[in-house]
């Protein structure tokens, strides 16, 4: 199980910027606020928009993963690439299983069966409508031999009507009809979509594409554990069994009454707290994350929007301004120590630092060769990268800690889809914990779709003139002299 060391946002470790231990005895104020709060979201887990804690458990569980298994087990041998359309939370979760799971050359392996062979398709995630970065990944699918024949697109989206995925769709829709013709293109495509209704439903069955659900009552931000994020994890060869069991067992733990049992509702309760300055020197509502893994560093790309779009509200659930929520910031150990930990440790106190360290880099690891006999070096010699890298993180919690600067850490004991599983699981139930904590609708996002609105209008939607009316005046033109 990952651990969650909290030892240095306390007083005793930076003084009066880190919460007095007390505050958090049995007993007290914040043990109790914890303890009702986890009564409320088990007495609310499974309704509303909290299915998605349902996702790693029966019968949920199976009713996902087993056409998702059967479709790869049949068909990941018939493909070369697998190029995934979508964006924010449709994109940003497959981005980090793959990353994390799979090795950072994966695409360039020889496919195979072999322990270092890459298992199933290259994958593509195309997550923006940039046309250089749209264009550059289909020139590498097409320069292929047979090309889009041996191609297959996810494209997720539950309405089918964002305007990102819904451009980058037709394009490939297009594309294939052009190259494999109309009656073949159909399977090329794999749609993640709602299960009844929508313009992609629509277009699916009139289509014949093949389709997975976007469950009821999954936002996009909590939805990794569903097809959105398994089906492409398993074409790739991942574990998703493991993941969910990692995401099953950390869900039971975080289901503890005990604040000190329950690591979801204690990494709440440190990042609320600090976030607003209760009982410490100065407010803390910059919360950084940074591993010291790159296979673990595009989980804190995840990580931001899950942390922002959930908590970021103008209202509360009372209709009062409150204007809640944190600046979530990601890092990465050790690189960012030479551009991110100067400002960390002398610039504003204003921020918690989350550290992730791996106890075991396992065969990966690499060990630093002798021989040089420069006695400034010597003591690289013999040692491995992994011991250098968890080094350096403790000398960044120790220098952090010597500036006052609060820090957690969140310790992974290998890297694999359990651990992976149960990190994701940890911050999806933190994030419903924090939620509740700042009187919030976690699961809306209002200023999104302001602006979802306003591109349907620049783009000339019809129904939607008025905001195109509205973006005009509000935007006047001003001339600018460079």
Avoid at 173 to 178: D, H, M, S
Avoid at 255 to 269: F, G, V, Y
Avoid at 314 to 322: A, I, P, S, T, W
Wanted: hydrophobic share 40%; aromatic share 8%; net charge negative.
């Amino acid at each position: 199980m990952l651990k969650l060391d909290y030892a240095n946002c306390l007083s005793d470790r930076v003084g009066d910027h880190g919460l007095d231990a007390s505050a958090l005895a049995p007993g007290g104020a914040l043990a109790k606020q914890a303890a009702d709060l986890t009564a409320k979201l088990e007495s609310t887990r499974g309704s509303g928009w909290e299915r998605w804690r349902d996702l790693p458990f029966e019968p949920t569980r199976t009713r996902h993963t087993r056409p998702i298994l059967d479709y790869a087990n049949d068909n990941a041998a018939r493909f070369d690439n697998l190029v995934v359309l979508g964006i924010g939370g449709s994109a940003l979760g497959n981005i980090a299983l793959q990353s994390a799971l799979n090795p950072a050359t994966y695409n360039l392996l020889k496919r195979g069966d072999g322990p270092d062979d890459r298992r199933g398709p290259r994958v593509f995630i195309i997550d923006n409508v940039d046309p250089h970065h749209l264009k550059a990944h289909l020139d590498a699918v097409l320069a292929d031999d047979p090309g889009l024949e041996r191609t297959l697109f996810n494209v997720i989206s539950k309405s089918g009507e964002t305007a990102e995925t819904a451009a980058q769709f037709l394009t490939i829709r297009q594309l294939l009809i052009e190259k494999r013709g109309k009656d073949k293109h159909a399977e090329h495509i794999v749609a993640i979509t709602d299960p009844e209704k929508g313009t992609m439903r629509s277009i699916c069955d009139d289509n014949g594409y093949l389709t997975f659900p976007v469950p009821d009552g999954v936002g996009g931000r909590f939805s990794v554990l569903s097809p959105v994020g398994l089906f492409s994890a398993a074409m790739a060869g991942i574990d998703i069994d493991a993941l969910l069991d990692g995401a099953a067992a950390m869900d039971r733990a975080c289901s503890k009454p005990d604040l000190h049992e329950n690591p979801a509702a204690m990494l709440a309760t440190l990042l609320v707290e600090l976030g607003h300055g209760n009982g410490v020197a100065s407010p803390k509502p910059n919360h950084v994350l940074m591993p010291y893994s790159n296979s673990l560093y595009l989980l804190a790309d995840w990580f931001r929007q899950l942390w922002a779009e959930s908590l970021g509200k103008q209202h509360d659930l009372d209709g009062k301004e409150v204007f809640a929520g944190f600046t979530p910031i990601k890092a990465l150990g050790t690189t960012d120590q030479h551009s991110q930990v100067q400002l960390y440790r002398e610039g504003p106190n204003d921020k918690v630092i989350g550290l992730i360290e791996v106890d075991a880099f396992g065969k990966g690891d690499l060990t630093i060769p002798a021989g040089l006999g420069h006695e400034k070096l010597a003591y690289l010699e013999g040692r491995t990268f992994g011991q250098l890298l968890n080094a350096e993180k403790r000398a960044t919690e120790y220098a952090l800690v010597q500036s006052k600067r609060p820090n957690f850490t969140i310790r992974f004991p290998a890297i694999d889809p359990r651990r992976v599983g149960q990190f994701i699981s940890l911050f999806e139930i933190a994030t419903a914990y924090a939620g509740l904590m700042l009187n919030i609708d976690t699961y809306n996002q209002p200023a999104v779709e302001t602006g979802k609105l306003a591109t349907f209008g620049l783009m000339k939607r019809q129904g939607f003139e008025q905001h195109l009316t509205e973006v005009k005046q509000t935007l006047t033109p001003t001339e600018h002299v460079v």
